[in-house]
Every structure is written in structure tokens, then in C-alpha cells.
């Protein structure tokens, strides 16, 4: 049974940084891709970032040249640097793995974590 847990989520003021983690556990996704979403309250799941398996990388449009995703594949973790937050970064973040080599919408995704919670504050 495949498991996506996500860690380091919390609160920071605006301007600061976190660093997300995803740990993969039941299969690896070698040849697929994983990914992160948000979802922040009252709107609907937004595209994060994904990373292919061969390091090919693709970001939102409203996190580009601030978010980082990057796996280690010995781990099989993905993570999802932050820098620059803002309170409208604030959401759950949902880390989701697919066999398909890429994806940017929530139904090219199988699997999918519990999320974690990131709150900015002004």
C-alpha cells in the first residue's frame, strides 16, 4: 500500500521560509512523477509543483522563482522549498505521486498524502 506523508508544515511571517517534505513509502515512483498542491480555505486545489523522474521540474504560476521542488530519490522524499512566503501561500499542502511522467492537474495524480498545514502571517 503506497503512503505519502507530508512534514513541515506551520506558521512563519511573511517574508520567511519553509521546507516541505514528502516521504513515499510501499513503492517507489521511479519512473512517474510527484508533485504538491494546496488548497487554502474556500477555494479549490491549486497546482504546486512537480518533479519527473528525470529531474524535470514545472512550477504554478504564482509560486515560480520562489518554491524549489527536488527529490532524493535513495529516500524516495520529495521536497518543496518556500522562500519569499506570503499570506496568500497560505493553505494545506497536499504532496500527490502518478506513474505518468508528468502532471499538473489533480486527476493525473494516484496518490496522495494527508496534507500539512502552512500559515503565513502579515
Known amino acids: 500500500q503506497v503512503q505519502l506523508v507530508e512534514s513541515g508544515g506551520g506558521l512563519v511571517q511573511a517574508g520567511g521560509s519553509l521546507r516541505l517534505s514528502c516521504a513515499a513509502s510501499g513503492r517507489t515512483f521511479s519512473s512517474g512523477s510527484m508533485g504538491w498542491f494546496r488548497q487554502a480555505p474556500g477555494k479549490e486545489r491549486e497546482f504546486v509543483a512537480y518533479i519527473s523522474a528525470r529531474d524535470m521540474t514545472y512550477y504554478g504560476d504564482s509560486v515560480k522563482g520562489r518554491f524549489t521542488i527536488s527529490s532524493d530519490n535513495a529516500k524516495n522524499t520529495v521536497y518543496l522549498q518556500m522562500n519569499s512566503l506570503n499570506p496568500e501561500d497560505t493553505a494545506v499542502y497536499y504532496c500527490?505521486?502518478?506513474?505518468?511522467?508528468?502532471?499538473?492537474?489533480?486527476?493525473?495524480?494516484?496518490?496522495w498524502g494527508q496534507g500539512t498545514q502552512v500559515t503565513i502571517s502579515s
Open positions: 500527490a505521486a502518478t506513474n505518468r511522467l508528468y502532471g499538473s492537474a489533480e486527476y493525473e495524480y494516484d496518490y
